[in-house]
């Protein structure tokens, strides 16, 4: 059983002038010597490293707000905007639209030291940052912001990221979700049919013939009607999905697995027929 350590140095230190201009670290090197010892002796010292500020810094606390905003579609085809809550007050919630739109999803994050005696102040001191996992969340080299930019394989419950200055940490912690491809596209009506009785003044080449071919021919051509056929709403939707931290199979769903989410508004510029003689 090892015994209770007791006192046996105190040291009061000062420090004149304040901090203008010198280091925030200040190296205190010492050594002991016992009474009988040879001068000659090498001795083993001991180097501290003394933190030097001019205010009483006790905490350090990212802030950071994120609100999601989504068009959901529940298995009922009823239509609606949601808010969705955050899980926890300590985590926020990042929606990975980048590998869909290609364009980075970024949340600023502030700095902020708190005092002992309760003032608050935007930290402007160098600062370091890390993502502990760079496959789910980014954080920028300026630790100003953390993002997904589209490259994430994947997303998650609880990503997290450290932020440091001097001797103070914090993290904070995200829900980070991304889509579950491949996306599912979604018809109205899957089988379209000419509308019998309806057809439109002109042809797609009317223009040209009419160009190429002055006379009666062309102007038979110019008074042609083509076909009306029925149309159809295309809806493009997608789960976003979480994995777990622990590398589990087991997949959190936004709100929920039996709900899909109307991603049409941010495909819609990349969507194509296959083969544009059918439709």
Not at 87 to 109: D, F, K, Y
Not at 239 to 246: C, E, I, N, T
Request: proline residues 9%; charged residues 25%; contains cysteine.
């Amino acid at each position: 059983r090892v015994a209770d350590s007791t006192a046996f140095l105190h040291l009061d230190l000062a420090v004149e002038n304040g901090t203008g201009g010198l280091a925030p670290v200040r190296p205190l090197t010492w050594q002991v010597e016992y009474p009988g010892q040879d001068p000659e002796a090498q001795k083993d010292k001991l180097v501290w490293e003394i933190q030097v500020s001019e205010r009483d810094v006790r905490a350090l606390v990212p802030l950071v707000q994120v609100g999601v905003c989504l068009s959901v579609h529940p298995p009922a085809k009823a239509w609606f905007h949601t808010s969705i809550p955050h899980p926890t007050p300590q985590e926020s919630e990042i929606l990975n639209t980048a590998p869909l739109t290609g364009v980075p999803r970024a949340v600023p994050v502030k700095l902020v030291a708190v005092e002992a005696g309760g003032g608050m102040a935007e930290l402007t001191e160098p600062l370091g940052c890390e993502s502990a996992d760079k496959q789910v969340l980014q954080v920028s080299d300026a630790c100003d912001m953390v993002f997904v930019g589209g490259k994430e394989s994947r997303g998650a419950r609880g990503a997290r990221v450290d932020f440091w200055s001097r001797r103070l940490h914090a993290s904070l912690r995200f829900t980070i979700w991304a889509p579950l491809l491949p996306l599912r596209v979604q018809l109205d009506d899957t089988v379209l049919e000419q509308v019998r009785g309806w057809r439109l003044p002109g042809g797609p080449e009317s223009a040209l013939a009419e160009a190429e071919e002055p006379g009666e021919e062309a102007e038979r051509r110019v008074r042609s009607c083509r076909p009306q056929y029925q149309r159809t709403v295309v809806r493009v939707l997608a789960h976003f999905v979480a994995h777990p931290l622990d590398g589990g199979r087991h997949l959190s769903y936004l709100p929920g697995p039996e709900w899909l989410l109307d991603v049409t508004h941010l495909v819609a510029g990349r969507t194509r027929v296959q083969d544009p003689r059918v439709a």
